[in-house]
Structures are given as C-alpha cells and as structure tokens.
C-alpha cells in the first residue's frame, strides 16, 4: 500500500497563474482533507470531503476549490495563485472521524 | 475559534535525556493525536488518546490525557538523535466538527549526541 500521494511534491508559480495539486489514497478512506503549513502557524485546514461527490469549508478556504469526483482522488486547485498562498500543502485520508493519515506534501512557491 | 496551545515551541537535549511536550486546550476535547514531523516530509501518526486519564505508550513515547481532556503530554524517555523532529498535537472538538482536527503550532526538538 501506498498510502497517501501527492503530486506534485514541490513548485513554482507566478501571481496569477493556476494550477491542481493531486491527493490519492489506496486504503478505501471516505473521508479526505487539505492543509496548509506555514511557519509559525502550525496546521490549518483548507477543505475537506466526506465522502465521492461531497466537499466542504475548512478554516481558511478563500482562494481555493476542491473535488472529489473519485473516492480515491482529492483535488485542490488554485485559480490565481497569490504569493499569499505560497505553502507546503499536506492531503490526509481517515476512515472516518478517526485517525488522519498524511501524505508526503507539496511545496508551493508563488512569485 | 479553537486553539491548541503547545510548549515548548523548541526543545533541545542531550542524547539520555528525558523530555516533555504539552498540548492545552481551553476547551474539552473529543480526541487529541499526536503527529511527529521530520523536516521536508509528512506527519507521521504517533497516538490517540480520547478517554479522561487515558495513558499510551509505544517504545519510549509516553503520551497522556488529564481526566478534564483538556491537556495531554507527551513524553520521551533516553532521548535517541531519532527522536528529532517537530511533534505536533492535534485537536477534534467533536460535535458539529467531529473529525475535524486544529493543530499546535509544533515543538522542535533536537537531540545532540
């Protein structure tokens, strides 16, 4: 088992452009969440999904979407990036409200 | 808001040593985890407490939740230079956000042979 996944693990982007970061996970969790890590401020969540076809508002989702078009797939996509948003990005799965397992992260610079 | 208070921000000690993280919340959880972090790379799941008193250990780790649920501590016994890393708490508040986890902000720990 893999566990968790992400793509791509690190970068760069100009203000303004767009891209999607991609979360897989192979252990038939429902439940799939985003975060961000910034120095200083620990963990903070972006959105979240409990289950195919549903997502939800995390703490700080302003500039970001997400879908969950596959229970396996986890997508947050940034339209216009800002220079706000550059972060280390982690994806986590749970089988449901229990324990959270974290992928490997994606590290964001945008200029 | 919630807000999981975690100290020390930054520990170091010499290899041997003891050591202790704690994580206070001003509110009664619903579960508390503890996470370790190498730097560059995920969270790596440690333990889970979610009953008052409740005490789990894995090797040298101890972690423990008071009867309020409101702090735990996490303690390392003979501190190993593999033991470095950034321990981070994280909170369910349960209710509406069962499932839904707010973190510490870390403490850094180094161990030096």
């Known amino acids: 088992n893999a566990g968790v996944t992400q793509t791509p693990k690190f970068r760069v982007l100009k203000t303004g452009q767009s891209m999607t970061l991609l979360c897989a996970q192979d252990?038939?969790?429902?439940?799939m969440y985003w975060y961000r890590q910034d120095p200083g401020m620990g963990l903070r969540l972006i959105h979240y999904s409990v289950g195919e076809g549903t997502t939800a508002k995390g703490e700080v989702p302003d500039g970001y979407n997400v879908s969950r078009l596959k229970k396996q797939n986890f997508l947050l996509g940034l339209e216009s990036a800002a220079p706000s948003q550059t972060s280390v990005y982690f994806c986590a799965s749970s089988g449901s409200t229990d324990t959270q397992y974290f992928g490997p992260g994606t590290r964001l610079t945008v200029l | 808001s919630q807000e999981l208070e975690q100290s020390p921000q930054s520990l170091i000690v010499q290899e041997g040593k003891n050591l202790t993280i704690n994580c206070t919340s001003s509110k009664t959880l619903y579960g508390l985890y503890w996470y370790k972090q190498k730097y560059g790379e995920g969270l790596i799941f440690l333990m889970m407490?979610?009953?008052?008193?409740e005490e789990k250990s894995h090797e040298k780790i101890t972690a423990k939740l008071d009867e309020k649920k409101q702090q735990s501590s996490l303690h390392i016994t003979a501190s190993q230079p593999s033991h470095a890393g950034i321990y981070l708490c994280?909170?369910?508040?349960?209710?509406?956000?069962?499932?839904?986890?707010?973190f510490g902000r870390g403490t850094q720990l180094t161990v030096w042979p």
């Open positions: 252990m038939n969790h429902e439940y």
């Open positions: 994280g909170a369910d508040a349960g209710g509406s956000t069962l499932g839904r986890l707010y």
């Open positions: 407490l979610q009953k008052g008193g």
